[in-house]
Protein backbone atom coordinates (compact mmCIF):
# COMPACT_ATOMS: atom_id res chain seq x y z
CA UNK A 1 0.00 0.00 0.00
CA UNK A 2 2.48 2.39 1.05
CA UNK A 3 4.16 2.41 -2.73
CA UNK A 4 1.38 3.60 -4.56
CA UNK A 5 1.87 7.17 -2.60
CA UNK A 6 4.98 7.46 -1.86
CA UNK A 7 8.70 5.34 -3.54
CA UNK A 8 11.54 7.30 -2.28
CA UNK A 9 12.68 10.95 -2.05
CA UNK A 10 14.93 10.23 -4.86
CA UNK A 11 12.24 9.76 -7.35
CA UNK A 12 10.45 13.13 -6.03
CA UNK A 13 13.67 15.13 -6.08
CA UNK A 14 14.44 14.02 -10.25
CA UNK A 15 10.69 14.79 -11.31
CA UNK A 16 11.43 17.96 -9.39
CA UNK A 17 14.61 19.46 -10.86
CA UNK A 18 13.92 17.87 -14.59
CA UNK A 19 9.94 18.90 -14.01
CA UNK A 20 11.42 22.39 -13.59
CA UNK A 21 14.68 21.93 -16.34
CA UNK A 22 12.56 20.96 -18.74
CA UNK A 23 9.66 23.67 -18.59
CA UNK A 24 12.52 26.06 -18.55
CA UNK A 25 13.91 24.59 -21.91
CA UNK A 26 10.51 24.43 -23.55
CA UNK A 27 9.42 28.14 -22.73
CA UNK A 28 13.56 29.46 -23.94
CA UNK A 29 12.82 27.29 -27.31
CA UNK A 30 9.60 28.97 -27.38
CA UNK A 31 10.69 32.45 -26.91
CA UNK A 32 13.62 31.98 -29.53
CA UNK A 33 11.28 30.41 -32.20
CA UNK A 34 9.12 33.78 -32.21
CA UNK A 35 5.77 34.43 -32.03
CA UNK A 36 4.26 32.54 -34.17
CA UNK A 37 4.67 29.73 -32.06
CA UNK A 38 2.57 30.78 -29.44
CA UNK A 39 0.25 32.81 -32.04
CA UNK A 40 -3.95 32.19 -32.24
CA UNK A 41 -4.08 28.33 -33.55
CA UNK A 42 -5.09 26.53 -36.49
CA UNK A 43 -5.05 22.71 -36.60
CA UNK A 44 -1.84 22.27 -37.27
CA UNK A 45 -0.56 24.24 -34.58
CA UNK A 46 -2.90 22.46 -31.96
CA UNK A 47 -1.37 19.13 -32.93
CA UNK A 48 2.20 20.70 -32.06
CA UNK A 49 1.04 22.19 -28.88
CA UNK A 50 -0.34 18.66 -27.78
CA UNK A 51 2.54 17.43 -28.55
CA UNK A 52 5.03 19.80 -27.27
CA UNK A 53 2.80 19.01 -23.78
CA UNK A 54 2.94 15.54 -24.07
CA UNK A 55 6.20 15.33 -24.30
CA UNK A 56 6.57 17.50 -21.31
CA UNK A 57 4.90 15.54 -19.26
CA UNK A 58 7.25 12.33 -20.65
CA UNK A 59 10.42 14.05 -19.93
CA UNK A 60 8.98 15.26 -16.54
CA UNK A 61 7.61 11.71 -15.26
CA UNK A 62 9.28 9.07 -17.18
CA UNK A 63 12.65 7.89 -15.70
CA UNK A 64 14.05 6.44 -19.07
CA UNK A 65 13.76 9.74 -21.35
CA UNK A 66 16.66 12.12 -20.44
CA UNK A 67 16.36 16.10 -20.56
CA UNK A 68 18.64 15.92 -23.30
CA UNK A 69 16.19 13.49 -25.32
CA UNK A 70 13.39 15.75 -24.20
CA UNK A 71 15.25 18.74 -25.18
CA UNK A 72 15.66 17.36 -28.24
CA UNK A 73 12.01 16.05 -28.73
CA UNK A 74 11.32 19.75 -28.11
CA UNK A 75 13.47 21.17 -30.31
CA UNK A 76 12.36 18.77 -33.71
CA UNK A 77 8.68 19.57 -32.60
CA UNK A 78 9.53 23.50 -32.96
CA UNK A 79 11.99 23.20 -35.97
CA UNK A 80 9.41 21.51 -37.67
CA UNK A 81 6.24 23.77 -36.79
CA UNK A 82 8.80 26.73 -38.30
CA UNK A 83 9.75 25.46 -41.40
CA UNK A 84 6.23 24.43 -41.99
CA UNK A 85 4.38 28.10 -41.60
CA UNK A 86 7.94 29.86 -42.92
CA UNK A 87 6.68 27.80 -45.84
CA UNK A 88 3.54 28.43 -45.63
CA UNK A 89 3.81 32.40 -45.64
CA UNK A 90 6.00 31.42 -48.92
CA UNK A 91 4.22 28.90 -50.98
CA UNK A 92 0.23 28.99 -50.99
CA UNK A 93 -0.12 25.22 -51.88
CA UNK A 94 1.79 24.49 -48.37
CA UNK A 95 -0.79 27.18 -46.74
CA UNK A 96 -3.44 25.26 -48.15
CA UNK A 97 -2.16 22.01 -47.34
CA UNK A 98 -1.33 23.20 -43.36
CA UNK A 99 -4.38 25.87 -42.77
CA UNK A 100 -6.98 25.16 -45.30
CA UNK A 101 -9.06 28.55 -46.50
CA UNK A 102 -11.91 30.50 -45.26
CA UNK A 103 -15.27 29.49 -45.88
CA UNK A 104 -18.08 31.63 -46.63
CA UNK A 105 -20.78 30.52 -45.27
CA UNK A 106 -23.41 33.38 -45.42
CA UNK A 107 -23.13 35.99 -48.10
CA UNK A 108 -25.48 39.09 -48.23
CA UNK A 109 -28.15 37.65 -46.05
CA UNK A 110 -28.77 34.54 -47.54
CA UNK A 111 -27.11 31.00 -46.04
CA UNK A 112 -25.16 28.92 -48.29
CA UNK A 113 -26.24 25.51 -47.90
CA UNK A 114 -23.26 23.38 -49.48
CA UNK A 115 -21.07 25.10 -47.93
CA UNK A 116 -22.55 24.93 -44.57
CA UNK A 117 -23.19 21.08 -45.47
CA UNK A 118 -18.87 20.99 -46.50
CA UNK A 119 -17.96 22.53 -43.45
CA UNK A 120 -19.98 21.04 -41.35
CA UNK A 121 -21.79 23.99 -39.92
CA UNK A 122 -25.37 24.09 -39.13
CA UNK A 123 -27.48 27.41 -39.80
CA UNK A 124 -28.50 27.91 -36.13
CA UNK A 125 -24.67 28.14 -35.56
CA UNK A 126 -24.23 30.62 -37.95
CA UNK A 127 -26.98 32.46 -36.79
CA UNK A 128 -25.44 32.13 -33.16
CA UNK A 129 -22.77 33.85 -34.60
CA UNK A 130 -24.27 37.15 -36.22
CA UNK A 131 -26.55 37.51 -32.43
CA UNK A 132 -22.93 37.28 -30.97
CA UNK A 133 -21.87 40.28 -33.23
CA UNK A 134 -24.90 42.31 -31.85
CA UNK A 135 -26.92 41.67 -34.74
CA UNK A 136 -30.30 40.87 -35.59
CA UNK A 137 -30.76 40.82 -38.98
CA UNK A 138 -29.38 38.49 -41.56
CA UNK A 139 -29.79 41.13 -44.22
CA UNK A 140 -27.67 43.41 -42.30
CA UNK A 141 -24.80 40.81 -43.14
CA UNK A 142 -22.59 41.07 -45.87
CA UNK A 143 -20.70 37.38 -44.93
CA UNK A 144 -19.86 35.11 -42.21
CA UNK A 145 -16.76 33.50 -42.89
CA UNK A 146 -15.47 30.39 -41.49
CA UNK A 147 -11.61 31.04 -40.18
CA UNK A 148 -8.91 28.70 -40.58
CA UNK A 149 -8.44 28.57 -37.10
CA UNK A 150 -12.60 27.80 -36.88
CA UNK A 151 -13.90 30.60 -35.24
CA UNK A 152 -16.48 32.79 -37.26
CA UNK A 153 -16.09 36.12 -38.75
CA UNK A 154 -19.14 38.40 -39.14
CA UNK A 155 -19.15 41.23 -41.76
CA UNK A 156 -21.54 43.76 -41.58
CA UNK A 157 -22.62 45.61 -44.32
CA UNK A 158 -21.30 48.75 -45.07
CA UNK A 159 -22.88 50.87 -47.96
CA UNK A 160 -19.56 52.13 -50.18
CA UNK A 161 -16.81 49.86 -48.70
CA UNK A 162 -13.64 49.61 -50.97
CA UNK A 163 -11.37 47.19 -50.30
CA UNK A 164 -13.06 44.03 -49.08
CA UNK A 165 -12.16 41.90 -46.70
CA UNK A 166 -13.38 39.03 -48.09
CA UNK A 167 -10.81 39.12 -51.28
CA UNK A 168 -9.61 35.76 -50.30
CA UNK A 169 -12.25 34.06 -49.74
CA UNK A 170 -14.23 32.01 -52.44
CA UNK A 171 -17.68 33.80 -53.35
CA UNK A 172 -20.36 32.14 -54.16
CA UNK A 173 -20.53 30.87 -57.81
Do not use: C
Not at 116 to 139: H, I, M, N, P
Amino acid sequence: MELIFFDNWQVLLRTGIIGVLAYVTLVLLLRISGRRTLSKMNAFDLVVTVALGSTLATVILNKNVTLAQGTLAFALLIGMQYAVTWSSVRAGWVRRIVTGEPALLLYRGNLLTKALVAARVTQGEVKAAVRSAGLVDLEAVEAVVLETDGSFSVIKKEPGAEHSSLSDVQRPG
